[in-house]
């Protein structure tokens, strides 16, 4: 009854401290905040191109960057311009990468749009924007950043 009991008792410490504790990539007291600028252009018949740059702020530096990349089931040509916040950055050489998402979309002449990306080092870019032109999208995404 006692073995039972205590037993029990180290489980239901051991869920707290999960709870308390979460396992996660990087603690957070390691990643500073960064936010980007970005324009990006895209265009294609069936398998589509984007391409474009951007500015990181980060540790009170700011870095250039290019992205070039590709869309499945794009069709269209469209101009994207937006801001992202980045998660998960413990260093600027973990920013570079290809980041992948698998999404819809589509722009009438005007309209607004949210991706989430993430990169092979666990980088996380929350892209928020408006767009112009005549475009859709269904499918994976994926564009590599370069810094100039």
Not at 32 to 59: C, F, H, M, R, V
Not at 68 to 75: E, I, M, Q, R, T
């Amino acid at each position: 009854m006692i073995k039972h009991i205590t037993r029990t008792w180290f489980f239901l410490c051991l869920a707290l401290l999960l709870l308390c504790f979460p396992l996660t990539g990087f603690p957070e007291d390691q990643c500073k905040p960064a936010n980007i600028k970005l324009k990006l252009t895209s265009a294609g018949i069936g398998l589509g191109a984007q391409w474009g740059e951007g500015q990181l702020d980060y540790e009170d530096g700011t870095y250039f960057f290019t992205m070039d990349g590709f869309g499945l089931a794009d069709v269209g040509i469209s101009s994207m311009s937006g801001k992202a916040t980045i998660s998960h950055l413990p260093s600027l050489s973990n920013f570079i990468g290809t980041y992948y998402s698998v999404g819809a979309g589509i722009a009438i002449g005007g309209g607004g749009i949210v991706i989430s990306m993430a990169n092979q080092n666990g980088v996380v870019m929350q892209i928020t924007g408006s767009t112009m032109g005549l475009w859709t999208s269904v499918g994976p995404k994926g564009f590599t950043v370069k810094m100039k």
